[in-house]
T-cell receptor, first 112, second 111 residues
Framework: DGGITQSPKYLFRKEGQNVTLSCEQN?????MYWYRQDPGQGLRLIYY???????QKGDIAEGYSVSREKKESFPLTVTSAQKNPTAFYLC???????????FGEGSWLTVV | QKEVEQDPGPLSVPEGAIVSLNCTYS??????FMWYRQYSRKGPELLMY????GNKEDGRFTAQVDKSSKYISLFIRDSQPSDSATYLC???????????FGKGTRLSVIA
């Protein structure tokens, strides 16, 4: 099936540890995005990438890092520098120049 | 002023009611308007997309855009319990810029 796969669905980590969230898409989409969702905050953009080997910071990039070595993959690393990492993380993708984006099912990260 | 304002609710209505969900935006350069529906603990799914002022209808859903007032609405007719979800408006000003999302309105339709 075509779609966006995020893994793991649920992840628990100790404070101070880096963690990497996976996002893979087989839709042949050019652009990929990472959003963070907190209760009452809506979706906030962390990073986005419009082509391979290139990415831009979003509104809340501090404490996060990404890579885009392949068109299909856009992993997000939540580093120990992120002060409040517990949240719901959403990956999305779109065809370049199109206005709609499509989301994965999300990853829940809890840092204890 | 935030780029997109959306009342977070929660909004609770009886089954069969007409629901009106709204967003306002501040930047007149925004051209493309979307509504996403998000069920609890799931990723958002695209519900409606429009790029011009006026109405667009899809089944029980109608998206309305008033660019002069910078106001967009989503109407749900004959609401069902399965419509219970969070509804997010999303806006962008060109094909290559990221979407800007509202905070979402949580809707409950009571049987």
């Amino acid at each position: 099936d075509g779609g966006i796969t995020q893994s793991p669905k649920y992840l628990f980590r100790k404070e101070g540890q880096n963690v990497t969230l996976s996002c893979e898409q087989n839709l042949n989409h050019d652009a990929m995005y990472w959003y963070r969702q907190d209760p009452g905050q809506g979706l906030r953009l962390i990073y986005y990438s419009q082509i391979v080997n290139d990415f831009q910071k979003g509104d809340i990039a501090e404490g996060y890092s990404v890579s885009r070595e392949k068109k299909e993959s856009f992993p997000l690393t939540v580093t120990s520098a992120q002060k409040n990492p517990t949240a719901f993380y959403l990956c999305a993708s779109s065809i370049q120049g199109r206005n709609t984006i499509y989301f994965g099912e999300g990853s829940w990260l809890t840092v204890v | 002023q935030k780029e997109v304002e959306q009342d977070p609710g929660p909004l609770s209505v009886p089954e069969g009611a007409i629901v009106s969900l709204n967003c306002t935006y501040s930047n007149s350069a925004f051209q493309y308007f979307m509504w996403y529906r998000q069920y609890s603990r799931k990723g958002p799914e695209l519900l409606m997309y429009t790029y011009s002022s006026g109405n667009k209808e899809d089944g029980r859903f109608t998206a309305q855009v008033d660019k002069s007032s910078k106001y967009i609405s989503l109407f749900i007719r004959d609401s069902q319990p399965s419509d219970s979800a969070t509804y997010l408006c999303a806006i962008r000003n060109s094909g290559n810029t990221p979407l800007v999302f509202g905070k979402g309105t949580r809707l409950s339709v009571i049987a």
